[in-house]
C-alpha cells in the first residue's frame, strides 16, 4: 500500500507541473482518496456519511465497502490469519 501511495503522489506531484494542472488534479481526487481510505486506521470512518463527505467524497459509496474488503482480506491472507478451505 505505501508504494502505492507513494506513486499516487509522484503522480500528483507531476501533474502540479503541468500547464492545466487543476483540471487534471480534480480527476486524480478519486484516486487520492482511495488511496487514503485503504490507508486508513479508521475504515468505519467510511460509512459515516458526514465523515465519508469530508474525507472520501469522490469514492464511490458502492465501491468503497468493497475496497475495504478486499484490502482487509488480503492484509489477513499477507498476515497468515485467513483460513482458507480446501
Do not use: C, W
Amino acid at each position: 500500500m505505501a508504494a502505492l501511495a507513494k506513486d499516487v503522489t509522484y503522480l500528483s506531484n507531476f501533474v502540479d507541473t503541468l500547464e492545466n494542472a487543476p483540471i487534471l488534479k480534480e480527476n486524480l481526487d478519486e484516486l487520492q482518496q482511495t488511496v487514503h481510505l485503504m490507508q486508513t486506521e479508521n475504515p468505519d470512518e467510511f460509512f459515516d456519511v458526514s465523515i465519508r463527505n469530508k474525507k472520501f467524497g469522490r469514492v464511490d459509496a458502492m465501491n468503497g465497502p468493497r475496497i475495504l474488503e478486499k484490502y482487509v482480506i488480503i492484509g489477513m491472507m499477507m498476515k497468515g490469519n485467513l483460513l482458507t478451505f480446501h
